[in-house]
């Protein structure tokens, strides 16, 4: 899915974020708690902070089982990101159906199970799936909660990612580590991306977000965390971590500035002494490509 290529033989000291995620995604950096989204609901539990409950676990597309779910309820994949293989389903009443509203439409448990299949298929390998109940937005209209994603830096809050999916295609909306809004030059959507720019919606929970995010970071010793979050009217409700998020990476959704991305790049720096992790070096250039495609050349 993955390939970077380092074109010369020179290295440098990592200095941005895209930097050190370059040696994260190469896995040369020093190693660190990476949880599941089973483990990670268990952990966070210890420590006091709300997730969204785990009613059932599938060891592969093939065991999946929805009878005897509730009537809304979320179907993913463990271990993968980006929404890949999300379903928040909601069973027509008196109906085997099932309306998925990550898509819009309406399928059955067949077609269901048939396109987790065909995820594992595309993949080379078995999935293990989980059910979650449904966690709801704190504004009602909203049917697919916004997702806010916190990048933390041993507790430090430095930027934050919105996802709003209930429109045909994601919009996104950028704050920095204290939730006001971005603005300027610091983050760039691509011209061809313009229209997936949205609306500043601040939630109402953000101080817990914030609270939350940084906790998390600093408790799992994390130099570097996106923390994803929900506001419901009951409060934040954590989604999952990823440590290794795709949208400025490849620079097709979104990318930093180069000045907002030495900024970010001397948190993870900081966050990393503090932590007493030594990095590696980095190609003086290198390319960042996916499926054998270059995004982004660095350097």
């Not at 999300?86 to 199970?113: P, Q």
């Not at 940084?214 to 506001?231: G, L, N, W």
């Not at 030594?278 to 350097?299: F, T």
Request: aromatic residues 12%; hydrophobic residues 35%.
């Amino acid at each position: 899915m993955n390939t970077n290529v380092d074109n010369l033989g020179e290295f440098r000291n990592p200095k941005t974020w895209t930097d050190f995620s370059y040696l994260r995604w190469k896995q040369k950096e020093p190693k660190i708690n990476r949880l599941n989204k089973i483990i990670l609901k268990t952990r966070l539990a210890e420590i006091g902070i709300s997730c969204a409950k785990k009613i059932a676990e599938f060891d592969s597309a093939s065991k999946i089982l929805l009878a005897g779910l509730p009537e809304a309820f979320v179907l993913k994949p463990s271990s993968l990101w980006s929404a890949t293989g999300v379903m928040l389903l909601h069973r027509v009443h008196g109906t085997n159906l099932y309306f998925n509203a990550m898509t819009k439409s309406v399928i059955s448990e067949d077609r269901i199970i048939d396109s987790q299949k065909n995820l594992e298929i595309k993949l080379k390998k078995p999935i293990k799936f989980i059910v979650e109940e449904r966690v709801f937005d704190e504004n009602i209209d909203n049917i697919i909660p916004l997702d806010y994603k916190v990048f933390s830096f041993n507790g430090i809050n430095k930027f934050i990612l919105q996802v709003d999916r209930n429109h045909q295609k994601p919009k996104l909306f950028f704050y920095d580590g204290l939730f006001d809004p971005i603005t300027d030059g610091r983050v760039i959507i691509p011209t061809f991306k313009a229209e997936s720019m949205g609306h500043q919606r601040k939630p109402q929970c953000y101080n817990q977000i914030l609270q939350s995010a940084s906790e998390i970071s600093r408790k799992f010793a994390y130099p570097f965390v996106s923390v994803d979050c929900y506001a419901t009217n009951n409060g934040v409700v954590i989604g999952e971590l990823t440590s290794t998020p795709g949208g400025p990476w490849y620079g097709s959704m979104y990318r930093f500035s180069d000045e907002f991305d030495e900024l970010l790049g001397n948190a993870w720096l900081e966050a990393s002494k503090q932590l007493k992790l030594e990095y590696p070096k980095v190609p003086l250039k290198y390319d960042i490509c996916k499926d054998s495609k270059i995004c982004r050349q660095v350097g």
